[in-house]
């Protein structure tokens, strides 16, 4: 799994300060001014980092530049985007988003001819993220990297536009502005909404549901009002990999055994 990086520069001197805060730049892979390193953004380098805040300065990523993404927040934004098959085709290796997340990408494998290449997916009409930039056939998965790098940040210079596939019949899917007056809004509904504790359970809602597709035209007014509980169970049956989810039933769980020519579901 790719994890987040974080890039560090030290900006001031260890000198006449206590003999630990050298070791820990030392341990950051700093220890001179001006030095950058790049070290995996975990709870133990922010740690760290605390330590010693006074020396050193996190470089926050341009706009456009990519940045290693773990597999789970790839699949969070565009997991929907999959045709199945794909798996047969190429391997997933790395994950990479820029920083505002208007573009992501990833290398892979093809399992075929056994060389790489590189996706780039940036949001359509409905702001769901779609393929707009494809590249094969490197020798090398290094590469494939340096050539979704430099896609990434062209495809991120331009227009929103740019993006759309002319095929979009409708408006984006909106999970969460209020259809109802606040009175009639779930209670629980209420609280994912204005919680900020549930801010990153409203933002990987926003972003998944842009691939559903409400067939009865009041999934939405149900899922905030009177039907929440019903509705959130619905959504966590979605389908978890293709290119258009469609709502279906949720399904019990079944026990099967070698006797049994049909499941018998669980009590």
């Not at 980092?49 to 789970?72: D, F, N, W």
């Not at 790395?94 to 093809?110: C, K, L, N, Q």
């Amino acid at each position: 799994m790719t994890k987040p990086v974080l890039k560090l520069m030290q900006i001031a001197s260890p000198i006449r300060r206590h003999r630990s805060q050298r070791a820990i730049l030392i341990g950051l892979g700093l220890n001179r001014i001006g030095r950058v390193s790049e070290l995996p953004d975990t709870r133990e380098t922010r740690g760290m980092i605390e330590k010693v805040r006074h020396l050193v300065r996190i470089i926050e990523p341009t706009p456009g530049e990519a940045r290693p993404i773990s597999k789970l927040r790839f699949e969070a934004l565009a997991a929907y985007i999959r045709d199945p098959h794909t798996v047969v085709i190429f391997e997933e290796l790395e994950w990479y988003a820029t920083a505002d997340e208007r573009v992501i990408g990833m290398v892979v494998r093809d399992r075929i001819d056994d060389d790489f290449g590189c996706m780039v997916l940036g949001r359509d009409e409905r702001l769901r993220y779609r393929a707009i930039d494809v590249d094969a056939s490197h020798p090398t998965r290094d590469a494939a990297r340096v050539e979704l790098f430099a896609r990434m940040q062209h495809q991120h210079s331009l227009d929103d536009a740019e993006f759309h596939q002319g095929d979009a019949s409708e408006p984006a899917m909106d999970f969460l502005t209020p259809m109802a007056g606040e009175s009639q809004l779930n209670p629980t509904f209420k609280v994912l909404m204005w919680e900020r504790r549930w801010s990153p359970a409203r933002e990987l809602i926003e972003a998944m549901m842009r691939y559903y597709e409400d067939a009865d035209g009041n999934f939405v007014q149900q899922f905030q009002t009177a039907a929440f509980d019903a509705r959130i169970w619905e959504l966590i049956s979605m389908p978890s990999s293709r290119s258009s989810a469609t709502r279906r039933p949720p399904t019990k769980p079944f026990r099967i055994s070698y006797s049994q020519a049909r499941g018998e579901p669980l009590a």
